[in-house]
């Protein structure tokens, strides 16, 4: 079954520190792995997409990676910022009609 | 701002209700879409309009219906809906159909709760 596991289900931290979201996924076939920040009352914005023979791709202090080998991704945050306290949500296209599969998201606050 | 609006952003209605979201566009796309989010939940998709035909419709109750009078605006008619239909509904829209790389662009939502 084609899946997108995401953790931690929330994540506390305090201004100024780093912090790495993990996307663990079963899709097959995989075409593109995206992350995109939902802040509050607000739509889901992209912020990376990443394909098969990407590694690694910057958005100012996000810096995704992707292991399309062990089916895992990683959004680091560098450097926190209060207006980065959002909902993270990894997606995943792919398997056999080329379907975006959400994962259910992992809730950051940064605290001053 | 990421040129797909949703109006009303929030609406209680009863279940004997009728109401509708409405969702427009302002960015030249062919697709849009119809999103449930629930507490908790991955995003659902509900509905798909490419150049105003219906794509997909992914197993939805027929108390939402959908409608796409041209490709700017989408609608969403809600009638005698349940409680559990309380939720965030998203609209966006892409380019083409979000295959490969047409990126999806969401509006901000309609927070509907039904009492």
């Known amino acids: 079954k084609n899946q997108v596991e995401q953790s931690p289900q929330s994540l506390i931290i305090l201004e100024g520190k780093n912090c790495t979201l993990q996307?663990?996924?079963?899709?097959?076939?995989?075409?593109?792995l995206r992350w995109y920040k939902q802040d509050t009352g607000r739509g889901p914005v992209s912020l990376t997409i990443?394909?098969?023979?990407?590694n690694t791709k910057s958005n100012g202090r996000y810096t995704a990676t992707l292991d399309a080998d062990t089916k895992q991704s990683s959004l680091h945050i560098t450097a926190s910022q209060l207006s980065d306290s959002a909902s993270y949500i990894c997606v995943v296209r792919g398997g056999s009609q080329g379907n975006l599969i959400f994962g259910k998201g992992t809730k950051l606050s940064v605290k001053p | 701002e990421t040129g797909v609006t949703q109006t009303p952003r929030h609406l209680v209605m009863g279940m004997t209700n009728k109401k509708s979201l409405k969702c427009e566009q302002h960015l030249g796309h062919n697709a849009m879409y119809w999103y449930k989010q629930s507490a908790k939940k991955p995003l659902e998709l509900m509905f798909v309009y490419s150049l105003e035909e219906r794509v997909e419709n992914n197993s939805v109750p027929s108390r939402f219906s959908p409608e796409c009078p041209n490709s700017s605006h989408l609608f969403l008619h809600l009638h005698t809906l349940q409680p559990e239909d309380s939720a965030l509904y998203l609209c966006a829209s892409s380019r083409g159909l979000a295959g490969s790389y047409n990126e999806q662009f969401f509006g901000p939502g309609t927070r509907l709760t039904v009492l």
């Open positions: 990443m394909t098969f023979s990407e």
């Open positions: 996307c663990n996924y079963t899709v097959s076939p995989f075409s593109n």
